[in-house]
């Protein structure tokens, strides 16, 4: 039997690496690796001085989504929903205000690839294999699926993966734009570990309000989105005086 902890963290100055280590199930998700995942997530959350969180997968896939075996095991759905209340991980992955980049390789399948949509960037192989499998299994996925990924792709294509459970390639994800790129296996950590070191020399504080402003102002009107902007420059010109 294995003890090795679902989750490990590194840390090299401004940037922290979270590998997700359940190789034997293919990263799955279980209920220790989502714990372990909050608390690295509030690391990265509360020490401004981690401008970069890389986020990948242990042995060969990225990550399968939940493990089906834990499904249905909590003592009631009432439980259950309050023990995601408490511990909302992926609302928690939402609000980062470092940059996140998920460098995926296999499989990132159901909440794999949900968290991958968590990140600010995908770095993939061109391999690598996207998909919702979720309505197939009856179920809704739960990582918020249906919100990113018409973000990302738009509603037609995420139509297809969410209600027909098309799979995408590292390639064809980096074509329409799932991906940033797509790079041979062989390439994956270097390109990632280069595109982390660029992101972490960009000023903290600069590097915070852009990620804001795009990640609030997309779901704001126009002069909303503009407003927010210059309260963003105003305040790092104040900082700068």
Same mark, same amino acid.
């Given at each position: 039997?294995?003890?090795?902890?679902?989750?490990?963290? @590194? &840390?090299?100055?401004?940037?922290?690496? /979270?590998?997700?280590?359940?190789p034997e199930v293919l990263n799955?998700? +279980?209920?220790?690796?989502?714990?372990?995942?909050?608390?690295?997530?509030?690391?990265?959350?509360?020490?401004?001085?981690?401008?970069?969180?890389?986020? &990948?997968?242990?042995?060969?896939?990225? =990550?399968?989504?939940? $493990?089906?075996? @834990?499904?249905?095991?909590?003592?009631?759905?009432?439980?259950?929903?309050?023990?995601? !209340?408490?511990? $909302?991980?992926?609302?928690?992955? =939402?609000?980062?205000?470092?940059?996140?980049?998920?460098?995926?390789?296999?499989?990132?399948?159901?909440?794999?690839?949900?968290? *991958?949509?968590?990140? $600010? !960037?995908?770095?993939?192989?061109?391999?690598?294999?996207?998909?919702?499998?979720?309505?197939?299994?009856?179920?809704?996925?739960?990582?918020?699926?249906? !919100?990113?990924?018409?973000?990302?792709?738009?509603?037609?294509? *995420?139509?297809?993966?969410? /209600?027909?459970? @098309?799979?995408?390639?590292?390639?064809?994800? *980096?074509?329409?734009?799932?991906?940033?790129?797509?790079? *041979?296996?062989?390439?994956?950590?270097?390109?990632?570990?280069? /595109?982390?070191?660029? /992101?972490?020399?960009?000023?903290?504080?600069?590097?915070?309000?852009?990620? +804001?402003?795009?990640?609030?102002? &997309?779901?704001?009107?126009l002069a909303a989105g503009l407003?927010? @902007?210059?309260?963003?420059?105003?305040?790092?010109?104040?900082?700068?005086?």
């Open positions: 039997m294995s003890f090795a902890p679902p989750v490990l963290l @590194e &840390r090299e100055g401004p940037i922290l690496t /979270l590998t997700l280590n359940r799955a998700y +279980d209920r220790a690796m989502r714990d372990h995942v909050f608390e690295a997530l509030g690391l990265a959350s509360d020490d401004a001085s981690i401008r970069v969180l890389v986020v &990948r997968g242990a042995g060969r896939a990225f =990550s399968s989504g939940g $493990d089906l075996s @834990e499904f249905g095991t909590a003592p009631s759905p009432t439980r259950a929903r309050e023990v995601r !209340q408490m511990r $909302d991980v992926w609302g928690r992955w =939402s609000r980062l205000p470092c940059v996140s980049i998920a460098a995926v390789h296999g499989i990132a399948a159901g909440g794999g690839l949900e968290m *991958a949509l968590l990140c $600010d !960037q995908i770095i993939c192989t061109t391999d690598a294999r996207f998909g919702l499998p979720e309505t197939g299994l009856a179920l809704i996925p739960g990582v918020g699926g249906t !919100q990113t990924l018409p973000r990302a792709i738009g509603l037609g294509r *995420a139509a297809a993966m969410l /209600l027909a459970g @098309e799979w995408l390639t590292g390639t064809e994800a *980096a074509r329409v734009g799932l991906a940033l790129r797509a790079v *041979a296996p062989r390439r994956l950590g270097g390109v990632v570990a280069g /595109l982390a070191r660029r /992101l972490a020399a960009v000023d903290e504080g600069l590097l915070r309000g852009v990620k +804001d402003c795009m990640r609030r102002g &997309r779901d704001l009107p407003a927010l @902007e210059r309260r963003w420059a105003s305040a790092l010109r104040a900082r700068d005086r």
